[in-house]
T-cell receptor
C-alpha cells in the first residue's frame, strides 16, 4: 500500500515560469490537503479538496495559485508566474475522511525559484 | 483562531535517555485533536502520536507518550530510550473537531529540532 506520492521531489523554476506540483493520495483516500512550509517554519494550510471539489481554499494566495483534484489522476497545485517568495517546500496530505484521525503526508516538493 | 507554540527551538539528548518536548496551544474549542509529527532530514512528515481532547488518558505509542493537560492547554511529547533515528524536527499540531469551519485544517507549531547524541 503505497503512501502519498508527490512529484517531483525538487523543482527549479525561473521567475515568471509556471510550476505544477502533483500529488497522488494513498489508496482509498479521497481527501487531499496542500500545505506550504517556509524555511524555519511549520506547515501552513493552503487548500482542501475532495474529488472534483475545492472544499476550502482559505489558505491559498488570491492570485497565481490554483489547485484541482480531478475525478481521475493526481491532485495538482499550480503556481503561475512564480516569484522568489514562492520558494518553499509544498506538502500534500491525504486522509480517508475528515474526522480528525490525522492526515498522512507525502515527502514534499521543494520548489526553488531562481 | 487557534495557535500552537513550541518554545524550544532546539534540544539534544543522549542516546538511551529520555527527553520531553513541550507544546502549548490556544483555543476556545472544547473538543479537538492534537498531534505530534516527526520530520527527519528526508523531509517526510510522519505522524507520531495523536490525542483526542475528550479522552483523559494520555496516548502512548511504544517509546512515545504524551502528557496532555487540557486545563493548561499543554501537550508535551516524551521520548523514552532515545535512538539515533529519533533525530528530527518535531511539530505539534492542532485540529478542530469535525463540525465547523476549518475543522480539517492542521495548525502547526514552528517545531523543535531534536538531536540524539551517540
Amino acid at each position: 500500500n503505497a503512501g502519498v506520492m508527490q512529484n517531483p521531489r525538487h523543482l527549479v523554476r525561473r521567475r515568471g515560469q509556471e510550476a505544477r506540483l502533483r500529488c497522488s493520495p494513498m489508496k482509498g483516500h479521497s481527501h487531499v490537503y496542500w500545505y506550504r512550509q517556509l524555511p524555519e517554519e511549520g506547515l501552513k494550510f493552503m487548500v482542501y479538496l475532495q474529488k472534483e471539489n475545492i472544499i476550502d481554499e482559505s489558505g491559498m494566495p488570491k492570485e497565481r495559485f490554483s489547485a484541482e483534484f480531478p475525478k481521475e489522476g493526481p491532485s495538482i497545485l499550480r503556481i503561475q508566474q512564480v516569484v522568489r517568495g514562492d520558494s518553499a517546500a509544498y506538502f500534500c496530505a491525504s486522509s480517508r475522511d475528515s474526522e480528525g484521525r490525522g492526515a498522512f503526508f507525502g515527502q514534499g516538493t521543494r520548489l526553488t525559484v531562481v | 483562531a487557534q495557535t500552537v507554540t513550541q518554545s524550544q527551538p532546539e534540544m539534544s539528548v543522549q542516546e538511551a535517555e529520555t527527553v520531553t518536548l513541550s507544546c502549548t496551544y490556544d483555543t476556545s474549542e472544547n473538543n479537538y485533536y492534537l498531534f505530534w509529527y516527526k520530520q527527519p532530514p528526508s523531509r517526510q512528515m510522519i505522524l507520531v502520536i495523536r490525542q483526542e481532547a475528550y479522552k483523559q488518558q494520555n496516548a502512548t505509542e511504544n517509546r512515545f507518550s504524551v502528557n496532555f493537560q487540557k486545563a493548561a492547554k499543554s501537550f508535551s511529547l516524551k521520548i523514552s530510550d532515545s535512538q539515533l533515528g529519533d533525530t528530527a524536527m518535531y511539530f505539534c499540531a492542532f485540529m478542530k473537531p469535525q463540525s465547523g469551519a476549518g475543522s480539517y485544517q492542521l495548525t502547526f507549531g514552528k517545531g523543535t529540532k531534536l538531536s540524539v547524541i551517540p
